[in-house]
C-alpha cells in the first residue's frame, strides 16, 4: 500500500523534506525513504491543492493566498543548496539484521552468530538510541505454542543484549507468532527464514 501524507499549509509544512524559504514562500519537495520507496503527499490550502508522487517532485507556494504550483522535478543541486541544514540533522537509516533459529527453539543457527556480532557494533557505532526487537515462527505448531515461541525468541535476544551491555532501557519487545511470514506458507509449513527475530538499530 503507498504511503500518503497531506499537507495543509498553514498548519504543517513539513513533509519527507521540506522548508519555507520565505516567509511568503514555501516549497516541498518529495524524498524517497532510505529503503528507496517514495510515498505520495497531497500539498493544499484553502485555494488549491497538488499531489506528488514521484522522488524529488516539488511543489512551490508563494504566498498564503496562492495555490501550489504545478509539480515539477526538483534537482539534486536545488535540493542540496535548499535543504543542506535539513538534511545535515537528517538521522542516518535505521540498521536492520534477521537472526534464524532452530525448529522450536530459541537456539540460533551457527550463521546468525555472526549476525548477532553485527547487530552489537551497530548499537555501538550509532550510539544507538532505540533497538526494536520482533520475534517470529514459521507455521509448524499450533498457533499459541507460536505465540509463545515468538516472544522467546524476541526476549532471548533481548537478554543477550543486555548480557553483552546494551542498555535495557532502550530495547523494545514485540511478537508476531506465526503470522507476518517473510516467506509466505499454508499451515504446517516448517520453512527456516520464517523462524527468526528481526532487530532494527537506530
Not at 499549509?9 to 520507496?37: E, I, K, N, Q
Not at 501550489?68 to 540533522?89: K, Q, R
Not at 550510539?127 to 507455521?139: K, L, M, Q, W
Request: charged share 20%.
Amino acid at each position: 500500500m503507498a504511503r500518503f501524507m497531506s499537507v495543509l499549509l498553514g498548519l504543517t509544512l513539513f513533509m519527507a523534506l521540506a522548508a519555507g524559504c520565505s516567509p511568503t514562500r514555501t516549497v516541498v519537495v518529495l524524498m524517497p525513504d532510505p529503503d528507496g520507496h517514495v510515498g505520495k503527499a497531497e500539498v493544499h490550502n484553502a485555494n488549491g491543492r497538488e499531489l506528488l508522487e514521484a522522488s524529488r517532485q516539488k511543489t512551490v507556494v508563494s504566498s498564503r493566498w496562492a495555490a501550489p504550483a504545478p509539480a515539477t522535478t526538483a534537482s539534486a543541486e536545488f535540493i542540496a543548496a535548499t535543504f543542506a541544514e535539513v538534511m545535515a540533522i537528517e538521522p542516518p537509516p535505521a540498521d536492520k539484521f534477521i537472526l534464524y533459529f532452530h525448529t522450536s527453539t530459541t537456539e540460533l543457527v551457527p550463521a546468525s552468530q555472526a549476525t548477532f556480532a553485527a547487530i552489537l557494533d551497530s548499537v555501538r557505532r550509532r550510539g544507538a538510541v532505540t533497538v526494536s526487537i520482533s520475534g517470529h515462527t514459521d507455521s509448524s505448531g499450533s498457533v499459541r505454542q507460536n505465540e509463545i515461541l515468538a516472544r522467546d525468541r524476541a526476549n532471548a535476544i533481548r537478554d543477550l543484549l543486555i548480557q553483552k551491555g546494551v542498555d535495557a532501557g532502550r530495547l523494545t519487545v514485540s511478537s508476531h507468532g506465526q503470522g507476518n511470514q517473510l516467506v509466505p506458507t499454508a499451515d504446517g509449513v516448517a520453512q527456516p527464514q520464517n523462524r527468526r527475530v528481526e532487530v532494527i538499530v537506530r
